[in-house]
């Protein structure tokens, strides 16, 4: 029978199941992308890792994320991380809107969502024991260091788009990357500039928790940017999955410390797309050219295509689905809870991998 996941693994990761299988000791961080309702379908997946096998082997780890993925390492960093990924499950699929929403109203949506999601947690994801909590938002540049309306914003997105067009190089001009998490964490592989993005890292705190999760998953256009984020560099914010939508970044540099270096990466899809203007754009989708041996440490887990062909319309829940089911809410909500239903069984085949690694089922990342 097919299996419901894929396994990816960089070559160094490779080697280390070959000589060692995979334990939870070796996990050092966890990524979680960018990509709205797709992110649901790792739900109990979520629940195992972070409600069970990780904690059999406590240690420090770094979980980092953008948009949706930023909401779930909020979830992971819960005290009742299984619950938490279920109210967060539940909350999004119970998002309702009209059929042509103002940007105040998907914003002031999506601060509810927030604030049923981690409302009296505050404390205990930011002084999680050992989780290592960070946020990824974008802070404008240029046209869009503090556009004044809509029209602005978009004129703003639009040389954005036909910059990033030309390379992510070009894209830095419009945009900075700001890290807002958690200062125990040296976080020494993502200080050193890597890329061309400046990138700004700032304290995640009790007060600031929900502006920066609010800033994560802020969509261009369709919501109101956050012009404030206590304790981060002024400016106005969107969504952290604008530059680093699959979190294609410089994970190689973990290789060699005291405790084991690879990172484990829950996805949705088998591929990395470095940001959120490149989904287009084919010839950046799944490779990092020069810089692929970043991913070396890094073992994927994502759904496989058998698995995907099990679910309504053969494919994740996606954020089309709020046009294709229109206003018929409940519909849409009861297809979106059944595939998170059957999340199941990505967590089983990913347990039975760890009981038992079969390398047949490994594939290069």
């Given at each position: 029978?097919?299996?419901?996941?894929?396994?990816?693994?960089?070559?160094?990761?490779l080697?280390?199941?070959?000589?060692?299988?995979?334990?939870?000791?070796?996990?050092?961080?966890?990524?979680?992308?960018?990509?709205?309702?797709?992110?649901?379908?790792?739900?109990?997946?979520?629940?195992?890792?972070?409600?069970?096998?990780?904690?059999?082997?406590?240690?420090?780890r770094?979980?980092?994320?953008?948009?949706?993925?930023?909401?779930?390492?909020?979830?992971?960093?819960?005290?009742?991380?299984?619950?938490a990924?279920?109210?967060?499950?539940?909350?999004?699929?119970?998002?309702?809107?009209?059929?042509?929403?103002?940007?105040?109203?998907?914003?002031?949506?999506?601060?509810?969502?927030?604030?049923?999601?981690?409302?009296?947690?505050?404390?205990?994801?930011?002084?999680?024991?050992?989780h290592?909590?960070?946020?990824?938002?974008?802070?404008?540049?240029?046209?869009?260091?503090?556009?004044?309306?809509?029209?602005?914003?978009?004129?703003?997105?639009?040389?954005?788009?036909?910059?990033?067009?030309?390379?992510?190089?070009?894209?830095?001009?419009?945009?900075?990357?700001?890290?807002?998490?958690?200062?125990?964490?040296?976080?020494?592989?993502?200080?050193?500039?890597?890329d061309?993005?400046?990138?700004?890292?700032?304290?995640?705190?009790?007060?600031?928790?929900?502006?920066?999760?609010?800033?994560?998953?802020?969509?261009?256009?369709?919501?109101?940017?956050?012009?404030?984020?206590?304790?981060?560099?002024?400016?106005?914010?969107?969504?952290?999955?604008?530059?680093?939508?699959?979190?294609?970044?410089?994970?190689?540099?973990?290789?060699?410390?005291?405790?084991?270096?690879?990172?484990?990466?829950?996805?949705?899809?088998?591929?990395i797309?470095?940001?959120?203007?490149?989904k287009?754009?084919?010839?950046?989708?799944?490779?990092?050219?020069?810089?692929?041996?970043?991913?070396?440490?890094?073992?994927?887990?994502?759904?496989?295509?058998?698995?995907?062909?099990?679910?309504?319309?053969?494919?994740?829940?996606?954020?089309?689905?709020f046009?294709?089911?229109?206003?018929?809410?409940?519909?849409?909500?009861?297809?979106?809870?059944?595939?998170?239903?059957?999340?199941?069984?990505?967590?089983?085949?990913?347990?039975?991998?760890?009981?038992?690694?079969?390398?047949?089922?490994?594939?290069?990342?």
């Open positions: 029978m097919s299996s419901a996941i894929q396994i990816h693994a960089g070559k160094t990761a080697e280390h199941l070959r000589t060692n299988g995979l334990h939870a000791s070796d996990i050092a961080v966890i990524p979680a992308a960018a990509g709205g309702p797709k992110g649901l379908i790792l739900q109990a997946l979520d629940q195992w890792l972070f409600g069970e096998w990780l904690p059999s082997a406590p240690r420090e770094s979980l980092i994320g953008a948009s949706i993925g930023a909401w779930r390492m909020a979830a992971a960093s819960h005290a009742d991380p299984v619950a990924f279920q109210r967060l499950g539940d909350l999004y699929c119970e998002q309702r809107y009209p059929e042509k929403p103002s940007a105040r109203y998907v914003t002031d949506e999506i601060h509810r969502l927030l604030q049923a999601f981690i409302g009296g947690h505050e404390d205990e994801i930011v002084h999680q024991p050992l290592r909590l960070h946020l990824l938002a974008v802070r404008g540049r240029g046209l869009l260091a503090a556009p004044q309306s809509s029209a602005k914003a978009k004129a703003g997105f639009v040389a954005a788009t036909f910059s990033n067009l030309a390379s992510r190089a070009k894209l830095a001009k419009h945009m900075d990357r700001v890290v807002i998490g958690d200062m125990r964490d040296p976080l020494f592989w993502l200080k050193a500039k890597f061309h993005f400046d990138t700004h890292f700032s304290s995640l705190t009790p007060d600031n928790l929900e502006s920066a999760l609010l800033a994560s998953g802020t969509l261009p256009l369709i919501m109101e940017p956050v012009r404030h984020i206590p304790h981060a560099p002024t400016g106005t914010y969107w969504d952290g999955g604008i530059i680093d939508y699959h979190l294609a970044l410089p994970y190689s540099r973990l290789t060699g410390g005291k405790e084991g270096g690879l990172v484990l990466y829950p996805h949705f899809t088998d591929h797309v470095p940001g959120w203007l490149d287009p754009l084919p010839w950046r989708r799944g490779s990092l050219g020069k810089d692929r041996h970043w991913l070396d440490n890094v073992i994927m887990i994502s759904p496989s295509p058998a698995f995907l062909r099990t679910l309504s319309r053969g494919k994740l829940p996606d954020r089309k689905d046009f294709y089911y229109g206003t018929d809410h409940d519909f849409r909500i009861q297809n979106w809870k059944l595939a998170i239903a059957e999340s199941g069984r990505m967590r089983d085949a990913f347990a039975a991998f760890v009981e038992r690694p079969d390398l047949s089922q490994v594939l290069p990342l």
